[in-house]
């Protein structure tokens, strides 16, 4: 098991390599000169020239790459913001409280509402429990989640006014962000669970528990929802990536001050640095949610614990 | 005189036939297809149906709440909203459809190249789609569109950009899948030409699970192209795209939701009967289903 988590440990690590590299082109194949968006439309060509020298962005594209990844992954430095020339990571460290808040609760939220309903939905085919479940998700699915946001706004702060519908000034004011990036994914989840219950739930096995007479507790827990949860988990890490990839819209929609807003404000005054340290923020919590998804898959699917706990055995005999 | 019988017709079951069959008798596709058909025709006539146009100013009635003159109300101004979103459908539509295709097509044809050739091509096509999903979907359509900037066409070129890894990945397991079946032997062995045997005898037996993607797939960009120019990256405002009436409303949603909700309405209900049409096409496609 050690040696498949270290595996994927290093996987990790490329696919932030890759994450830096992507981050980088996209931005330097961005038309418009960072320096004029940074001085204004009154600078002189002077005045860009010599911006463009302080920031290193008149040097050649495999030069500051290089530099860019060298700082990042070598030196750990993430640089000043080109627009406020105060360094990144200490604004980030200001922010990053209210966006691990949101995405790790939503996260454990998805997994647990997620699982839990498409149980529930797929032991009663056919029943009110299940139609229910179905018709909401359906909907849920449906709805784009920065409108399902300004609903909760229209509702619960204009109409009833219990909940703050900006900023953040106490706990409160987490409740509907963090249900905003929830319901998307927990709709999601909740559907694929279901038709996995329903592809288990006729198994030999399970009539075979039903017909020793354990108690349906017991049944649904012990013998369906171990084979159903597997290939529904795979498509957990995909929708925790969708939370973190969602969080700067719901940041947008609740002006909440956390890395998604930071980094949606830094693309619009072409602040790459911010930029950048944003999305390599993103592209780490959505790669270890993937991690953590993949090893709760190898720990429920024996095959895979077997191939890296018996290799050595395996090894000794072919030897 | 003798009467010839008449030739009894004879009752085709082709596959085709036979799928459609099996989709139109479940509720779901039946509902689904009326809307979206509704919802598109009237986009397409909405010269015909809309009661005014797109960017005609009623300074009278700002703001005006759903009323029988204006069945979804005005917004800030005085536009009638039901008329704006049936004109902002044709680029919310269009952007949904055109994105899916452009972003399958590349995406199918890299699959099953990749799927297809294996060894070299393979790796090369599949590690390139490796970096380009290091990041979220979503965080990716973000950037691509701010690299590309605003506009229709951009717009549509993010959404697809988006769609090529996991579509791509996709193709190529289904064609793993079939990688060593017999007729593809057979075709091998008489010589067929290698993009003959790709797209003539290998992705017809593929194609199925992609369809349903697919489907889906257009209400999925509908919502992140309105995502998008919600946060001013995708179209904007004045266009009526959805989204962007999205953006524009925003700013008065303490005094006046009704701008928040309709449009609100409109993708959830269009994306809502894609979601039911691929539904039961996926079921209709199961062959563990059928009859």
Known sequence: MARYILKRLLSMILILIAAAFLIFTILYLTPGEPARMLLGGTATEDEVRTMAHTLGTDRSYMEQLGEFMINTFVRFKFGNSWLYKVPVMQEMNNRLPHTIT?????MILTALIGFGLGIIAGTHEGKW???????????????????????????????????????????????????????????????????????????????????????????TMRHILPNAAMPAITMLGG????????????????????????????????????????????????????????????????????????????????? | MTVAAKPQKIRKSSYTRDLLERLFSTWNARIGTFIIVVIALACIFADVVAPYGYNDMDFANMYSTPSAQHIMGTDNLGRDIFSRLLYGGRYSLSLGLISTIIGNLISI???????????????????????????????????VSTAFGAGFQNTVLALSIQHLPGGARMTRAQILKERSMEYLEAAESINCKKMTIMFRH?????????????????????????????????????????????????????VYPHMIIWPGVFIALTVFSLNLLGDALRDALDPKLRK
Not at chain 1, 177 to 203: E, F, H, K, N
């Open chain 1, 102 to 106: 949101i995405g790790l609760i939503s």
């Open chain 1, 129 to 219: 429990q299940d139609s229910v479940t179905m018709a909401i998700t359906m909907l849920l699915v449906s709805m784009p989640n920065f409108w399902l946001a300004l609903l909760m706004i229209i509702l619960f702060s204009v109409n009833l006014g219990w909940l703050p519908a900006y900023g953040i000034d106490s706990w409160t004011s987490y409740i509907m962000p963090i249900v905003a990036s929830t319901l998307g994914g927990v709709a999601m989840q909740a559907r694929q669970m279901r038709s996995a219950v329903l592809d288990v739930v006729r198994a030999d096995y399970v009539t075979t528990a039903r017909a020793k007479g354990q108690t349906e507790r017991k049944i």
């Open chain 1, 239 to 319: 929708h925790l990536g969708g939370i973190v990839g969602g969080s700067a819209i719901i940041e947008s929609v609740f002006s909440i001050p956390g890395v998604g807003l930071y980094m949606l404000a830094g693309i619009n005054a072409r602040d790459y640095p911010v930029v950048r340290t944003c999305v390599l923020f993103f592209a780490l919590v959505s790669s270890i949610a993937m991690i953590l998804t993949d090893i709760g898959y190898a720990y429920l699917d024996p095959r895979i614990k077997a191939r890296y706990t018996n290799r050595k055995r395996k090894e000794e005999k072919e030897a």
């Open chain 2, 109 to 143: 044809f890299l699959g099953v190249l990749a799927g297809y050739y294996g060894g070299k091509v393979e790796t090369l096509i599949m590690r390139f789609m490796d970096v380009y999903s290091a990041l979220p979907g979503q965080l990716l359509c973000i950037l």
């Open chain 2, 202 to 254: 290998l992705f017809p037996n593929v194609y199925s699970p992609l369809l349903v993607g697919a489907t889906m797939e257009i209400g999925s960009n509908i919502m992140m192209a309105a995502t998008l120019s919600y946060i001013g990256l995708g179209v904007q405002p004045p266009t009526p795209e959805w989204g962007a009436m999205l953006a524009e409303a925003r700013a008065f949603i303490l």
